[in-house]
Every structure is written in structure tokens, then in C-alpha cells.
């Protein structure tokens, strides 16, 4: 069945800086003739953009907007925004300015043309702009994706991507546990162990330290290991 709409899932937390900017290009982009909804997760925010969201125009956006009354994590966001996506193809935006919604028609491309299941868009693989990397961040990358492709048999180059783009019933087979930046090995982890057709290809990154906003750290990597062992074996 040729899809109809997307679904583009937003976990928000503390974007109150950027998420008018975010919704206005992820409203503007080019869905290659499909419809579009947005499903925004508040996750607790507590600097403007839980207001933000409230007194939002959702018909303006094609959004719909959800709220955790406590920040529970961006895995537990998006759990909760994957409950309520309509969309035949699903593709998970983040609410800061690291990743341009430009991208969109490269990435639903192969899934629309029959190819593939899910796309990833690596910020490693070249050919785009890309912002250096901190390099602990890349090592810590680096050896997730290795130790990814080991373990479950693959090549990607960019596990971490928030860039993710899913048939929605692939998608909707992850049931996530996570609720953390652990959610990222465990939704490939799953993908991949259902043998489904998943392609890359190269994005551009705009990507921010912390002092502009960013929210992962060292010990998010720990995590990750972690989700990637275990759901090697389990579900």
C-alpha cells in the first residue's frame, strides 16, 4: 500500500529557544506529496516551553501536543508519542536546531521509491556539512556503532542519528523500554533483529555543545552499552 502520511515524532524538553524555529521548518518541509501530522511530547520542561506548547496553534502545524507532568526522559517521550502517531511512515525529529528538516524528501526517498524499511541518516558517512564533533562524543559514536555491528551483524555508520525514519509497522513492533538516550540501541537493536531493509545515507549536522543546550553526556554512554547487550538477547 503506497503511504499517505507521515508522522513526525518530537520529544521537546527545555527547547523553548528553538522549538518555534524547529516547527516552522518541520511544518515547511517537502513531505514528497504526503500528508503530515507532527506529535509533540512535552517532557516536563520547565523554562517557557511547556507554555509554549499550550498556546500553541496546533491546526497552524498539523500538531498535536502531549505532556508528561515530570521529565521522565526523552526514550519515555517518545514511547508516549509513538502511542498516538497516525502516519503510514514515521520519522523522528529532535526540537533544537542540530538536524534540518530539508533533509526530509533524501530520506523518505528509499522507502518511498520500495527499497527500504527504514533509513538512517548518517552524520559520519560524508558528503554533507557537518559541525566537528567533540571527540570524545565521536569516539563514544564510533565505538557504540562498532560495537552495534558486531553484535547484531550490520554496517551502519551512525547508531546515534536522531535522524531515524520507520514503515510505521516496523516501528510500531518496538515496544520501548527505555527512557533515556538508551532508546537509540534499543530501537536498532530491534529493528535490526526483525531483518528488515534499512539503508543510509548522509546528512548534514549542525550540532551544539553545552553550553547552547546539549543534554547528553558520557554517562548516557554507559547506557547504551548496556541496552546493547541485553537487547542482543532479549526483547
Known amino acids: 500500500m503506497q503511504p499517505k502520511k507521515v508522522s513526525v515524532l518530537m520529544p521537546v524538553f527545555n527547547e523553548v529557544k528553538t522549538l518555534t524555529q524547529v516547527l516552522e521548518s518541520v511544518s515547511s518541509a517537502n513531505y514528497c506529496g504526503l500528508d503530515k501530522e507532527i506529535v ?5 520542561s ?23 507532568e515530570k521529565n521522565q526522559g526523552k526514550g519515555a517521550a517518545l514511547r508516549t508519542a509513538q502511542g498516538h502517531a497516525e502516519g503510514d511512515i514515521i520519522l523522528i525529529q529532535d526540537a533544537d536546531l542540530e538536524y534540518s528538516p530539508k533533509e526530509y524528501p533524501n ?11 527504514v533509513v538512517y541518516g548518517s552524520r559520519l558517512s560524508g558528503g554533507s556539512v557537518t559541525r566537528a564533533f567533540n571527540f570524545t562524543h565521536y569516539l563514544g559514536n564510533k565505538f557504540l556503532t562498532l560495537l552495534t555491528n558486531i553484535l547484531y551483524n550490520c554496517t551502519i555508520t551512525d547508531m546515534e542519528t536522531c535522524y531515524k525514519v520507520f514503515k510505521a509497522p516496523v516501528f510500531k513492533k518496538v515496544t520501548i523500554k527505555s527512557n533515556r538516550f538508551d532508546f537509540e540501541p534499543e530501537i536498532t537493536a530491534k529493528v535490526l533483529k526483525q531483518g528488515v531493509r534499512i539503508y ?6 549542525y550540532g551544539r555543545d553545552y553550553s547552547e543546550g546539549k543534554k547528553i553526556t558520557w554517562v548516557d554512554g554507559f547506557g547504551a552499552i548496556w541496552a546493547l547487550i541485553k537487547f542482543r538477547f532479549v526483547d
Open 40 to 44: 509533540l511530547v512535552d517532557d516536563g
Open 107 to 117: 530520506l523518505l526517498q528509499p522507502i518511498l521509491e520500495g527499497h527500504a524499511d
Open 200 to 205: 543510509e545515507l548522509p546528512i548534514s549536522y
Open 46 to 68: 520547565t523554562d517557557g516551553t511547556r507554555d509554549l506548547l499550550a498556546s500553541l496553534d496546533a491546526g497552524k502545524y498539523a500538531a498535536r501536543v502531549f505532556f508528561h
